[in-house]
Each structure stands twice: as C-alpha cells, then as structure tokens.
C-alpha cells in the first residue's frame, strides 16, 4: 500500500497540539445544526456583515476604482462614484504604480506607511518612523508575525489574558512556546491586577 504523502503521525508536533476554538467542537456542531436547517447566528468570530451590519461604501468605493481604474478614464465615472473616493482612489494608485496586482514592499506601500506614521504622530504627540512600519493583511497576520519572532522554544511563556481570543493560545501552541494566561478582575471593571500578574510570572 502506497505510503500518504502525508501522515498524521508524521506531522509536525506543534501542529497536532494546536487547539482552535474558533473552528472547534461548538463551531462544528453549529455546522452541523446548521445543515439540518435550524437557523444558527455564529458569534465565535467578529463577522458583522454575516450579522446583517451594512458595509461601509466608501472602503468599498475606493478599493473598486483601486482594483479596477480604468473606471477612472470613464466620463461618468462621478455618475457611479462620489467625489471623495474618485480622490482618494486616484491619491493611493499614484502611490502604487503597478496598480493593486503589483508586488510593493513587504513592508507595505511606503506613502500609506508614511500616511500612518503622520497619524500616530497626529494622534500620540510621538514622531513616528515609517521606516519601522509594517502593514499586515489583518491584526491576526500581524500577532502570528510578533509570535513567530519572539518565541524560541517552551522556555518561552506568552502573557495572555483569560478570556482569550483562540488565536492567542493556537499560535503559541504552534510556535512551541508556552501559554502564560492571567485574569482579569471582573469586580473592577475586566481590569489588570498587577501584583497576580507577578505571581503568574514568577510560577511560570
């Protein structure tokens, strides 16, 4: 019998320990209501639109003209688009010479990461470099990216508030780091008690 390419037991340990309760036994079960007809509202992810929240059209606008700016060279494009996303489509293409299809620094494009960095500095009073800047597809990209840098072995533990976001504790799990959790204080408002947090520390 031909050997599978690939084998459970075979798979990389981290992996097999990792837990995922976003995708675990209530969301499968959930799926499984769900096909039988029952009328199932999943809560396990921030998904608002899947809620019936309306979308925000601008975004859209901007990211239609962005994917598409031919659109732009059309003379009734401002029958179809407002104003502010025609300027604001044709400010980021010229950013983005190749267009959305092209590659751009791994980074992110350098004038939105400049764009952001006059922002912090707007809103934080701090100067920000935008040099130093990295754009992710997504807060949870981002978390994965810190983990993965930081975590060298089980040696390593992650300060992480319970409750948790899933993704906290699978991707320390996958990484092969170690899971520190702490609680919050419901009595004072979900506040850090620092003198817990300290002794979470030292028992670690």
């Known amino acids: 019998m031909a050997r599978k390419p690939l084998d ?8 097999k320990r990792v837990q995922y309760a976003v995708r675990g036994e209530l969301y499968l079960r959930a799926s499984e209501l769900q096909k039988e007809g ?3 509202i999943f809560t396990n992810v921030g998904n608002p639109h899947a809620l019936g929240q ?8 901007v990211v239609a003209l962005c994917q598409a700016p031919f659109l732009l060279d059309d003379p009734h494009v401002g029958l179809m688009f407002p104003a502010d996303a025609i300027a604001r489509a044709k ?3 010229a950013m983005a010479p190749g267009g959305l299809g092209a590659y751009s620094d791994s980074r992110g494009i350098p004038g939105i990461r400049k764009e952001v960095a006059d922002f912090i500095h707007k809103r934080d009073g701090y100067p920000s470099d935008p040099e130093l ?10 978390v994965m990216q810190i983990l993965n840098t930081i975590i060298r072995n089980e040696m390593d533990g992650i300060l992480v508030p319970v409750p948790q976001y899933p993704l906290y504790s699978a991707t320390i799990s996958l ?12 009595e004072a408002n979900w506040s850090l008690d620092f003198v817990n947090i300290r002794q979470t520390v030292a028992e670690a």
């Open 8 to 15: 459970y037991e075979e798979l990389n340990e981290n992996v």
């Open 54 to 61: 309306k979308p925000l059209t601008f975004p859209r606008q």
């Open 91 to 93: 400010h980021y293409l």
């Open 133 to 142: 800047i990295y754009l992710t597809d997504g807060a949870s990209k981002g």
């Open 175 to 186: 990484y092969g780091g170690s899971l520190v959790p702490y609680y919050l204080e419901e």
């Open 38 to 40: 029952k009328k199932i």
